[in-house]
């Protein structure tokens, strides 16, 4: 990870460098902000590469430095630093959790201990006003009416306040889930006090957390039929109701309970995961009808057909019903062999093996794969890019039942179970003469076609149920959930990669979440979350017959004139309609009003 080491408040933090550009000044809208007087409101931005990041100076008063140095702009490699006024920043790679000791470090925190500060600027950059709480204020209810959903809405909240509270730490509860909005005073046990909130909740006072006391207050919606609290917690004391940040504790809640009226549920309900099938090494799971049949046909065949070909597109778990089939035969030994991952000059000897001598580098006889497997399950993956050369003296093994080694003389006896494998349309392959008709036969005893995962999309919910359960399992985490806005990106993902995308997907996820945190479509990688949005444009540019089109002209008037009586209130003209203001909003998008 990437990110900005810099001086605030006595501590030495970082900041992740997540996103393309990062903008830095004494400005509340900033990522970064320098509460300094010297410091402009827009002071400089940072754009970052892929191996460099790039300081532009925003026509500052103060100017931006590179080795003392004032710069328009300049590349900023790792290690090295800028400075704004009286913080340095330094560009560093690591594990953003990561806190050592090390030269770096202890070069700011002697350069800081040097720098002559007067007593007006440390006023100024600690002093807790009610000026900057209504600034505060005001760009948060801003940011309610930008997000049409709680969790976006929530972290937009945390990126705003987080670098401008400097004291305690506050948390957001909905739903039994846990958001930590900001925590600038780390607790010892943070667990015990999410293990039992209704200690807490709509009380004030005090409790003690490994023999230390801390002090709390909490702040309550009013009319949100379910729990809905803002917990603040610090060392000192609770504020006090004459406090600038107890009042805007209890602005914000407010705030906050506005927003939970006008957008959807946050909840997106998974069921218990349907197994069709399980033992120590596989799991399959689905409740498709097109994957139970399958399914129902493998539990058929599996100790009766010899010859089996399992057809699918990559990443659908061929390997998975093979290792199913294996599992309910009776045979035991089972080899996997790759025909595309060995060179043609090479796979024979593989296959079918040698005799000692049988060419320059055969010092020793060696079993091939196929009498190695004699007597279990042998599964020849990737079998449409296996050479025509090859596919004939394979054919003659399946019907002679012996195979001769390369060098050999004698016959050796085998006794096959072959399942063939493969993600190409072997149907076109044989009618083009690029495989063996007689040989497709052979293998083709049994076809099991493995669907796609956008064709059994009622599967998607289970899958990410099980696969969020092994990887938080194996990072130690425990999940907060899954909103409304992850499900439907995920639900309506065409999944080119199909289950092993998925997986690789929620695989990347658990690594990056903290402990509760609730997962929302801002974890998911653009590409996907891109993909959707597209989908979702060309669906609604599709021919529309001409009474459907008619009928949306008529509304959109309807609605233009409505606004127009209501000059462009749209609060007032969406309660006129009778829809929550965020259903309002939508549909002013779908209509193209602008």
């Avoid at 702040?219 to 109701?241: E, G, H, R, W």
């Avoid at 190695?372 to 054919?395: H, N, R, Y």
């Avoid at 399992?473 to 065409?494: M, R």
């Amino acid at each position: 990870m990437r990110y900005l080491l810099y001086h605030k408040d006595g501590l030495i933090k970082k900041f992740p460098l997540q996103k393309p550009v990062i903008w830095i000044g004494r400005s509340i809208s900033n990522d970064i902000i320098i509460d300094d007087k010297g410091v402009s409101k827009k002071h400089c931005k940072v754009e970052v590469f892929d191996d460099c990041i790039k300081v532009t100076d925003l026509s500052s008063l103060n100017g931006t430095f590179v080795d003392n140095t004032s710069v328009k702009e300049a590349r900023i490699t790792l290690n090295r630093s800028f400075g704004v006024l009286n913080t340095d920043f330094f560009f560093k790679l690591g594990d953003i959790k990561e806190f050592k000791i090390n030269k770096d470090l202890s070069n700011i925190i002697v350069g800081l201990a040097k720098r002559k500060r007067s007593a007006k600027q440390l006023e100024l950059e600690t002093k807790e006003c009610e000026t900057k709480y209504d600034r505060l204020l005001q760009n948060v209810v801003e940011k309610a009416m930008s997000f049409e959903r709680l969790p976006d809405f929530i972290g937009a909240v945390k990126s705003a306040i987080s670098p401008i509270i400097r004291k305690g730490s506050l948390f957001f509860i909905h739903h039994n889930q846990w958001f930590t909005l900001f925590d600038h005073r780390p607790l010892n046990d943070p667990a015990a006090l999410k293990k039992q909130p209704e200690n807490f909740v709509d009380k004030e006072g005090s409790f003690v957390l490994k023999g230390e006391t801390c002090y709390y207050r909490s702040y309550k919606c009013k009319t949100d039929p379910v729990d809905c609290y803002l917990i603040f917690v610090n060392s000192q004391n609770s504020p006090a109701p004459r406090d600038p940040l107890h009042k805007f504790l209890t602005k914000l809640i407010e705030i906050i309970e506005f927003n939970l009226q006008i957008v959807p549920d946050i909840s997106f309900k998974i069921e218990p995961e349907p197994i069709l099938f399980q033992n120590r090494d596989i799991s399959i799971l689905g409740s498709s009808p097109a994957i139970k049949k399958m399914v129902e046909l493998v539990q058929k065949i599996a100790a009766k057909s010899t010859f089996i070909l399992i057809m699918g597109e990559s990443g659908t778990g061929k390997e998975l019903i093979a290792k199913m089939l294996h599992h309910l035969s009776e045979r035991k030994k089972y080899m996997a062999f790759n025909c595309a991952a060995i060179p043609a000059n090479l796979l024979e000897s593989e296959l079918f093996g040698y005799e000692s001598g049988a060419f320059t580098d055969a010092r020793k006889q060696k079993k091939g794969r196929i009498e190695e497997a004699s007597g279990g399950t042998l599964v020849l993956d990737e079998i449409s890019d296996m050479p025509l050369e090859i596919q004939a003296k394979l054919l003659r093994v399946i019907q002679e039942k012996s195979l001769m080694r390369l060098g050999g003389l004698e016959d050796i006896k085998v006794d096959l179970r072959i399942i063939s494998m493969t993600n190409q349309d072997i149907y076109r392959l044989v009618k083009e003469k690029k495989f063996r008709e007689d040989l497709f036969f052979r293998l083709r005893v049994h076809e099991l076609h493995v669907p796609p995962l956008r064709e059994r999309r009622e599967d998607i919910p289970g899958l990410i149920k099980f696969f969020s359960r092994v990887y938080s399992d194996k990072n130690g985490i425990i999940p907060g959930g899954f909103s409304e806005s992850f499900g439907e990106c995920l639900f309506n993902y065409d999944w080119p990669g199909n289950i092993r995308e998925l997986e690789n997907e929620i695989s990347r996820i658990m690594e990056i979440i903290e402990d509760h945190e609730l997962i929302s479509d801002h974890h998911v990688l653009p590409a996907i979350t891109a993909a959707c949005e597209e989908k979702e444009e060309r669906a609604k540019t599709r021919d529309m017959s001409p009474i459907k089109e008619e009928m949306r002209n008529v509304e959109r008037e309807k609605i233009l004139s409505l606004l127009d009586q209501n000059k462009g209130n749209k609060t007032k003209t969406a309660k006129m309609i009778g829809m929550s203001y965020r259903g309002f909003l939508k549909k002013l998008k779908r209509l193209q009003i602008d």
